[in-house]
């Protein structure tokens, strides 16, 4: 039996450099994409970690205003003192960070304010205190306050 012997079909070494180009072209652009989620991620991460670290220090605030009946403030040290009948805390403020003896929170602060019965005050007792922070450390707005107690109203000395 004889068998016919043709020619296979395939493609010309043109057309596969052709097609190579093309995928070539494209596989780089994916990657080029990929790099460019990945840079926004990044940015993304970036900005959530700077906004958690503010909110932590809101939540931290929250929390020790309304357990502590006593917050006072002295600026020449830069110290928040909270104290109550069993326990005391302090915060440490200095420009770029905020210390207690269990966490730092690394905040930028651009204004600090600190209040008693809506007068603003450097020194003393407080029952209000506000923070803005820096255009690094998400330029976010804290404002925490506590409700007073009558002893508060007792003991206070005009």
């Known amino acids: 039996m004889k068998t016919k012997r043709g020619k296979i079909p395939g493609f010309a070494i043109q ?12 596989v780089g652009m994916a990657f080029s994409v990929l790099n460019l989620v990945q840079r926004q991620m990044g940015s993304i991460e970036d900005i959530y970690e700077v906004k958690l670290e503010a909110n932590k220090l809101r939540q931290s605030l929250w929390i020790d205003f309304n ?10 040290k830069g110290q928040l003192y909270f104290s109550n009948e069993l326990e005391e805390k302090n915060y440490t403020i200095i420009e770029d960070m905020i210390f207690t003896e269990k966490d ?55």
Do not use: C, W
Request: aromatic share 12%; proline share 3%.
């Open 15 to 26: 057309e596969m450099m052709v097609v190579l180009a093309i995928t070539a072209i494209v």
């Open 67 to 76: 357990r502590y009946s006593y917050v006072n403030f002295d600026e020449r």
């Open 104 to 158: 730092t929170f690394n905040v930028q602060l651009e204004h600090k304010a600190f209040y008693f019965k809506n007068h603003e005050k450097k020194i003393g007792e407080i029952d209000a205190i506000e923070l803005k922070t820096s255009k690094e450390s998400g330029h976010q707005q804290i404002f925490v306050f506590k409700d007073n107690a009558p002893a508060t109203y007792i003991n206070h000395k005009p």
